[in-house]
């Protein structure tokens, strides 16, 4: 059974030595007494629940969820967990006071979404993907529907869900059949199959509330033709009372390599009810909203998935005697070393070590982001933040999750032949983690977005500020003692960046196809060097302590080993991905090749 | 559920195109029979019989065995496939004569346990590991063990397995704690606990032999004092027939991420009858021949994996609608085109294809090796052959295995979220998968075997004759037209090899640990330079046949596409790998850094 610590002091560091979290909140009109102390208080006790209440689920939730007669049951424990969690106050911690919730920034939120998506992933995603549906109705909605759906959904009485995938359509929801009738109440009766809604139907909540893309009948083709509903799976009166069911069903669960805990449910909508979100034929644009935070939790959970591999097989490493060092024995008065002291095992674990705590920084700076979108009151912020957001977000997404699932292997090998026996729970952190490159919008699709949309699109705009930022950093350290190797190896990689870029640029006016054959390794080699900017704030804030003369001595300096080893071990692999995403279409796609083969 | 078709024409394209095994087999004595025609009707046989009858378990496979009260159950299906297995003859291929094999050539039968760990790599390793027990017999037993065990065992009738893991040793055998007493009839009794034996105890067999390492009461300390006993389920006399059960028991079984027809059992030996095989404290030794055969397998796994992966990814690609190709819809009469058509669907198959395809042009190589190692009269031919294996079997494991766990990853990727889904059968592959860098050493250990014993262990003597054939390869081809190219990318990359060795030497004489900080990236790129060989001899042959203006212009075209491909956008990757295994150990141990510590 693997062990789940939530990592309260790094969260602490990342918050106040990184950044300045405090301050951050002072400027943000509403948040003047989101104190260093509350927010410690709070992490501390969202440390204490998932850590008791949801990691030891973890084992449980593999077990999965049964389906039987169009009800789904959820693993033992879930239910007893959820109402916990609800009693807590814990789904409402960003909520808006008027509807309920607490009215904290919503940066707290994104970064505690981690203790519980480390400690059980399969469970956490009830209430992650119910907050998406939040926010897209507070967004979007009108009072109606808010005064309908979002206390219940905000106090976590009711979930909400994500309904965009049907079987003909994933990615490219242009293809979308679900059908959406207008009725003379002003409702709208959907009719139509989604497959792989995550939480579509379980038994923690009394009801849930289904964020549905569908077409109206006059509707243009393809995907500006597609309107954004609201569908609960019990009907709701003005007062926000459950009654009648829905015409909405579970046609059945999906068999998965992991997160079991987790329902991914075939619905049957059957002429169901339904209220219209905003304008006609706007729904992508509002569902955008869910979109986005959704793939800022998938980013996330990349961390987590590090997190929980390092926290395991760290503890095996020091535990385990096999072998003993090649430079002789440091161990002599037991049988063999542990296997710790060998370098490889080493370089498995410190890169664990570096994608949780460096992705925990990429995170944060999001999370910073996210409140100056949503709460500042100046609007030149918001729209630079806005910005960042747009840029950040798939290339954290698809970066952060690949490198979450190379961290949970080597998890896995550090424990050799006991990484694939299920007990010790790694291989199963693997295949829970194996899901977060491929929801959500693929890496590839996240490239596309990444390289195609966010920087062709908007002609490099989007990306200057971000390399502006890392410039301004290296000059400002690039003299400073033993921050000036960092310094000096970051600027050249984001000179990189810039050059990269334009080659790419220049391809792909000759021919569109060019992005796509770029798109991977330029959205990998971007996260290498935002990584590598992670690093050196950590690598200067870590000195800043030290140089103080920090009794938490220790903390800093394997915190400056663990930049070094980024630097020396990790960051080269961006060199490999930089030569690819130059290397052209021309070797994965031949002009005398039909593109229909090989 | 998952298609394979064995990739018979691929197999004709190594043996008689890329290399030229028919000649091969002519030079060496007994073999003169062995012509293209009777092994071309071999591998249509026994793609037949994969395709047919083992391919069709793969999902049965995956719900387990059972266990009750010490008796294993294996899937449902196992039994009458096994049966078939044994009735057509395949066990015995390459067993020999005397004892009623077939006495075909070894290279054989290691090229055609890749259908088979294709069809169904659980199914598989029942076969598999019997036949490195009948080498290990067959090479260090007397003439009553093999009188007494071979014949069954050749047969089918009787399977064997390889015992060494301990629960306190897996890496380090020289903590092994199973001890045998000597008895006055000669025989000896053994007493102790193996973990993680494969096939140790099932359903298929009557009779189950097990190959056991243990120690004398005498014996030296550590892995010195180990020797290799024969231990029979049921005892066996003179004339091989089996009777009274002997003192070894299954205590469980463990329950896994993959691999699940194959049982994995804790053996419990109770003064079990044993027979001591060659000299006493030799063990080891000995071992090392079920070992190597077991690593290079496994390193055929590898191709496995990819191969089957890559099958099915293809397919569902061509399949697919999803979105137009950015430079224009390429299939204008459907609602959308095919996956195949995007840039980065193309670079996750051809990584795939790649690797299956280059890695059974290496596994090929190393087969010939196998062959003039056994049978060879020329004992400079054959010293030489032992040479080369010592040197290929750890690196062709490491790196194939690992490249085999990317591939089997891409595949998922490709299908998206149906990836994740347990119906298509590739999140099935990749668990399977998962098991191949682990066991038979992890990936950490071939590294260490690689580097430290076999390079520097030989002082760069084993390296150099495969360096120095590529060297001529390069001379040869740099002028040759369509060639040249890769013959001078080749000629870097090789010339960088005996760089980067002379480096780490040099840093391995200051301290030891440096091998451990280089080994996995140095192995890792010395597969990646020696898969680059490979695929300049697959260009090779397929121009030359494409310039014979033959018949299957199509399968030379693809061949030499994804020759380019490996060059443009694999290759790259042993550069990053060349920068670390060059980067010291201070990026992993610092000197202020404890070693049990990060």
Chains 1, 2 share one sequence.
Not at 36 to 42: C, F, K, S, W
Not at 242 to 255: F, K, R, Y
Not at 582 to 594: A, F, I, T, W
């Amino acid at each position: 059974m693997p062990v789940y610590k939530a990592p309260v002091r790094d969260h602490q560091f990342v918050r106040s030595e990184v950044f300045d979290f405090s301050t951050h909140y002072q400027s943000l009109p509403g948040f003047e007494e989101v104190t260093p102390d509350l927010t410690d208080a709070i992490i501390e006790e969202l440390a204490n629940f998932n850590e008791g209440m949801i990691a030891p689920l973890f084992q449980t939730s593999d077990k999965g969820c049964h389906f039987n007669n169009g009800e789904v049951t959820t693993p033992t424990g879930y239910k007893e967990a959820y109402q916990a969690f609800i009693d807590a106050g814990w789904p409402s911690i960003d909520g808006p006071a008027e509807y309920g919730g607490q009215g904290l920034p919503g940066s707290l939120n994104l970064l505690s979404n981690e203790f519980m998506a480390s400690a059980n992933m399969a469970f956490s995603m009830y209430p992650i993907l119910s907050h998406g549906a939040v926010k897209t109705i507070f967004k979007h909605g009108n009072d109606d529907q808010k005064n309908r759906f979002l206390k219940k959904m905000i106090s976590g009485e009711w979930t909400g869900t994500m309904c965009l995938t049907e079987p003909q359509c994933g990615t490219d929801l242009g293809l979308l059949k679900t059908k959406a009738i207008h009725q003379p109440d002003g409702t709208y009766k959907v009719t139509g199959t989604k497959i792989f809604i995550s939480g579509g139907e379980q038994d923690l909540t009394e009801n849930i509330v289904h964020i549905v893309l569908a077409r109206l009948p006059d509707a243009p083709q393809g995907s500006k033709g597609i309107s954004l509903f609201v569908v609960p799976k019990r009907l709701v009166n003005e007062d926000g009372v459950a009654g009648e069911p829905n015409a909405v069903s579970c046609g059945s669960i999906e068999h998965k390599m992991g997160i079991n805990g987790c329902a991914t449910c075939v619905l049957n909508f059957d002429g169901a009810v339904a209220y219209l979100v905003g304008e006609p034929n706007r729904g992508l644009n509002y569902m955008f909203t869910f979109m986005n935070e959704a793939r800022l939790n998938t980013a996330m959970q990349g961390v987590c998935h590090a997190e929980l591999s390092y926290q395991n097989s760290l503890a095996y490493a020091q535990d385990r005697l096999q072998m003993r060092s090649l430079s002789g024995a440091k161990s002599p008065d037991k049988p063999a070393d542990p296997i710790i002291v060998h370098p490889d095992v080493r370089r498995m674990l410190l890169t664990q070590k570096a994608v949780a705590e460096g992705g925990r920084i990429l995170g944060a700076y999001a999370s910073l982001q996210l409140d100056i979108s949503a709460y500042s009151e100046d609007e030149l912020a918001r729209k630079a933040a806005n910005d960042a957001l747009a840029l950040l977000t798939p290339m954290a997404k698809a970066f952060l999750t690949e490198l979450g699932l190379v961290s949970a292997s080597l998890g896995i090998q550090c424990l050799g032949g006991h990484g694939f026996i299920k007990e010790w729970g790694l291989e199963q952190n693997y295949r829970d983690a194996r899901i977060s490159t491929l929801y959500e919008g693929t890496t590839g699709i996240q490239s596309l977005d990444f390289l195609g949309r966010k920087i062709m699109g908007s002609g490099g705009k989007l990306l200057k500020p971000f390399t502006k930022e890392i410039h301004k950093f290296c000059e400002e350290h690039i003299d400073v003692q033993d921050l000036n190797k960092y310094a000096a190896t970051l600027n050249d990689y984001n000179v990189r960046w810039s050059e990269i870029t334009a080659h790419v640029g220049s391809l792909a006016v000759q021919n569109p196809d060019e992005i796509g054959a770029a798109g991977y390794d330029y959205t990998m080699f971007s996260g290498y060097v935002s990584l590598a900017y992670m690093w050196a704030l950590a690598a200067k804030a870590a000195q800043k302590a030290q140089s103080q003369d920090n009794e938490d001595k220790e903390f800093y300096e394997t915190k400056l080993r663990t930049a070094k080893f980024y630097y020396e071990r990790m960051l080269p692999q961006a060199d490999t991905h930089a030569k690819l995403a130059m290397s052209g279409l021309d070797n994965l796609l031949q002009p005398d090749c039909s593109p229909f083969e090989l």
